[in-house]
């Protein structure tokens, strides 16, 4: 049996707009890579980036104590974290290697787990970021493409996104607070609206047909959300005027991703990528803000690289 194994997987953007908590997709901006090795007793983290190494305060380790647990393994293990998501800007970096971490142990100790249950391993490591259970971002990273997360039971629908699909990403520069996700959802109204709901309902739907006929014009042009993005734009300077700027320039649909407070645009191929980042820095230059801006695509899954 082999001794360790090493997975790599994607990062991810999450809610779509009007898919809050439903929509994932994954995103070849950004790769963690996670190394098990059966090794000493317990679990112990390995890693150079600046996240915890306390298994319990760790995605990666959380997800690797319940699977130990589950699964009765009697093995030490130790897990080698290589971060390229970057942490805490919503693009999915604490699901990527949640992600990772899963998969890994299912193919090390050849637990043959389906991908619903994978999901549900890896979605539990989001306690340790998110302070809750949350599958979107870890769904899009373990399957790739575009995901819709049914819950109770946990059930994942895939579908594979339009080819000519192309994202641009604005990644702001500035401190984000240690418990962002749990402060962005602190702020989401408990209570709304029928008509507001009416109008996500719409738009999210819209988005699925979207991805059905690969349609990439209809996805960009239902990034429309009534309820979480006007909730939630106030703890992103400039995020109005980047959104403004983006759509101006040509970009199909803009929101934030996931928790913010990174900006991700929906554009196709015949869009000019370039002006529309160009238009997002500048957005965020009004708010003297600086950001890193990432042209990306659609992401496969999770994969084994090394065993
Ligand atoms: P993201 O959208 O990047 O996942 P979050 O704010 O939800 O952003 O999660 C980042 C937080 O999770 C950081 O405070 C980080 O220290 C913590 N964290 C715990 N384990 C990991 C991990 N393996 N990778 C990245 N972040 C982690």
Redesign the pocket.
């Known amino acids: 049996m082999a001794k360790s194994i090493t997975v790599r997987a994607p990062s991810s953007t999450a809610n779509l707009g009007p898919g809050f908590d439903v929509f994932g997709l994954a995103l070849d901006a950004f790769f963690d890579e996670v190394k098990i090795t059966k090794k000493g007793k317990g679990i112990k983290i390995v890693t150079s980036d600046s ?2 190494t306390s298994p319990q ?4 380790g959380l997800v690797a104590k319940n699977m130990i647990q589950k699964f009765k393994i009697k093995d030490g293990i130790e897990i080698k ?1 290589k ?1 390229g ?1 970057p ?9 990527a ?1 949640a992600a990772a971490t899963a998969m890994a142990i299912n193919k090390l100790f050849k637990l043959n787990l389906d991908s619903n249950s994978l999901v549900e391993f890896a979605g539990m490591g989001e306690k ?3 302070g809750t259970v949350h599958y979107d ?1 870890v769904a899009a990273s373990i399957l790739g493409g575009f995901v819709i997360v049914r819950k109770n039971p946990l059930d994942v629908i895939k579908i594979e996104p339009p080819r000519d699909l192309a994202l641009c990403v604005a990644i702001p520069k500035f401190a ?1 607070p ?1 418990k ?2 749990k402060v962005s959802r602190s702020v989401i109204p408990s209570k709304i609206s029928i008509s507001d709901s009416i109008l996500n309902l719409a738009n999210a739907a819209a988005i699925v047909v979207g991805f059905m006929k690969k349609d990439s014009t209809l996805i960009g042009k239902s990034i429309i959300d009534v309820i979480v993005e006007p909730a939630r734009q106030h703890m992103i300077p400039g995020f109005s005027k980047v959104k403004k700027n983006a759509l101006n320039a040509g970009a199909l649909g803009v929101t934030i991703s ?2 913010g407070p990174s900006v991700i645009a929906f554009a196709n191929k015949s869009s000019n990528l370039k002006k529309i980042s160009s238009s997002m820095a500048k957005g965020f230059a009004t708010a003297n803000k600086k950001c890193d801006i990432v042209i990306c695509r659609p992401s496969k899954g999770a994969a084994v690289i090394k065993n």
Do not use: D, E, L, Q
Request: no cysteine.
């Open positions: 996240i915890p305060k760790n995605t990666a974290i971060k998501v942490a805490g800007f919503g693009m999915g970096s604490s699901a290697s340790a970021s998110a971002n984000v240690a962002k996700t996931g928790a």
